[in-house]
């Protein structure tokens, strides 16, 4: 079977790589870049568009608080990134949020954390897809009409190009990124210079439609309400920069250096495309609601149920560019593109957090081993199940999925700044230089505002996203904490069980005498063999062991056992109903009982066949038993194996398929390398 799926395994994910290679998947900048950063620059594609449904409740005259959200959104993007450059330098091995946590705030926190995180990345990859479809859909009929298939499809992809390795999925990933900023960067200074210079005018399609408030003349606690929900929505630019403090050791040497840089140019790429696109969205009219197909009226009625609302990005476009030009239509199809992509973020993030977190025994310890590729292939696997699991649930549809969003990072943001301060205050207590102090205390002051500031939004998205959906991240963060918890307490558990005493106990001390009990059906070859192993034991007892469930049978095997003079007693349990494996174990309890110091060795002979079906046609009796003798304390079980003739002819399968080379796999050097021929040697 592994011969059988190693095959298209190499296909899809390409050919194994030994432990040793590791440093050549190590990412530089203008790589690293688009692997950790897809999510943060893609959300430019939506978090601008939020904004403007969340104000259209109050109708289009609450449009002209948009530029001061986005300003708050910038400050708040430069504080966690000035917070988070800190966090690269400080903890470097890659553990992020959860290893400043955990190691300043305790274990509870770093749980939380790492709960909070663990959630919104499979939040992260559900989101993105769910969107990239949605704006794929607009030109894509098809698309539309099986957004959930899909959108499952472009997970299946996602997760097939991660598991061939984090260097080659980057390399891919990083064109799609790049096309996308530099649309966005051209849209903005080619709109910038039409209407400043030029003076033209320019209208999105939605600029001639209005919008039916759903509650007019807010005032009050209620306008600010609104302005601080429209405000948790634009955070949704913020989600994904914690992935470079995760992924730290996936930079080239100076790491620390490189993620900081990276953190920077992430940071100051996103706020100037958010704020180039909310200027663009309010100087050419754009026109956004929660519920277009009532809330938007066009000549005085409403648009209707068959009305496709496109994103703000794309109305922005065709408004600068023009519908159907080439700038337009390129933008277009690398905001999809990079909406898709952005998963990758999570697909990098997940997997690493996954890791450590399986080396602290919080989850299975498979998520620490990394795949044939290099790459954390159980945690690629996990991430890309639970994602999903969650289109599925929520039809690919993005407006209710990002109501889930952006609950976890924020808490993790919080968490994580909290524990920085903390860092600095340890460290400031024993540090003598003044100029390592000074630099300290800069640090703690930046580290301090990040945690207010984060925790203050985070108190705003839970009162303003609660009932709107965010009650199924936080349900999701106690689902992680408590599975996590309980895969810590079990793994303790048996460390604590199994530690090797110092002193003699009853395992060091040996059994006073072994009995072995070779189990047989009728007298063949591997019965033979079996009894042959047995003896070499030199068991201070021995005997072979029947069922007898059809007397005819039992009669020809014990003339048998006579006439061949097999000098091991033979002993047959009687089953009146027929049973097998009832009767051994209750026998090889019988003798654990007698001399509970005795060990009793059980010793089955087995066959060994070479095709996946015949293992459904022997063995099965022998699988039943040593599952249930594995729970009889004081029992040893061991398999004689016997080697069918199918199972030579796979052997011999198996190492043509090793010997075998492909065309082009068999490498020569260059003709003059070769030794030449001796002319003596011609006769």
Known sequence: MSKLTDVPKRILIGRALRSDRLGETLLPKRIALPVFASDPLSSVAYAPGEVLLVLSIAGVSAYHFSPWIAVAVVVLMF???????????????????????????????????????????????????????????SAVPFVV????????????????????????????????????????????????????????????????????????GLAGFALVFLLLRAFSSGCAALTGVEAISNGVPAFRKPKSKNAASTLAAMGLLAVTMFCGIIALAMATNVRMAENPATDLIHNGLAVGSDYVQNPVISQ?????????????????????????????????????????????????????????RLAFSNGIVLLAGAATMLVIIYGADSTRLIQLYIVGVFVSFTLSQTGMVRHWNRHLATETDQAKRRHMVRSRAINAFGAFFTGLVLVVVLVTKFTHGAWVALLGMVIFYATMSAIRKHYDRVAEEIAAPE???????????????VLISKIHRPTLRALAYAKLLRSDTLEALSVNVDPAETKALREEWERRGIDVPLKVLDSPYREITRPIIEYVKGLRKESPRDAVSVIIPEYVVGHWYEHLLHNQSALRLKGRLLFTPGVMVTSVPYRLESSEAAKLRARKRQDWNAPGAVRRGPAEERPKESSNSKS
């Open 79 to 137: 504080t966690v990134v000035a917070s988070y450059r800190q966090n690269v330098h400080a903890y470097p091995s890659g553990g992020g949020d959860y290893e400043v946590a955990n190691t300043n705030l305790g274990p509870r926190a770093g749980l939380t954390v790492a709960s909070a995180l663990l959630v919104d990345y499979v939040l992260t990859v559900a989101v993105s897809i769910a969107s990239g479809i949605e704006n794929l859909g």
């Open 145 to 216: 009409e099986h957004k959930v298939a899909c959108a499952v499809a472009v997970i299946v992809l996602l997760t097939l190009m991660n598991l061939r390795g984090v260097k080659e999925s980057g390399k891919l990933f990083a064109i799609p990124t790049y096309v996308f900023v530099a649309g966005v960067f051209i849209m903005i200074a080619w709109g910038a210079f039409r209407g400043l210079v030029l003076n033209d005018t320019m209208k999105a399609p939605t600029a001639d439609y209005h919008i039916k408030a759903e509650h007019q």
């Open 316 to 372: 922005v476009a065709e408004a600068v560019f023009g519908k159907g030009s080439f700038l337009f239509i390129v933008l277009a199809a690398a905001t999809a593109l990079v909406l898709f992509l952005a998963a990758n973020t999570a697909y990098n993030g997940f997997p690493l957090l996954g890791s450590i977190l399986a080396q602290d025994r919080y989850l299975p310890r498979q998520l620490h081993t990394r795949g044939d």
């Open 503 to 517: 002193g003699p106990s009853d395992d060091s001390v040996r059994p006073s005498r072994v009995h072995s009990v």
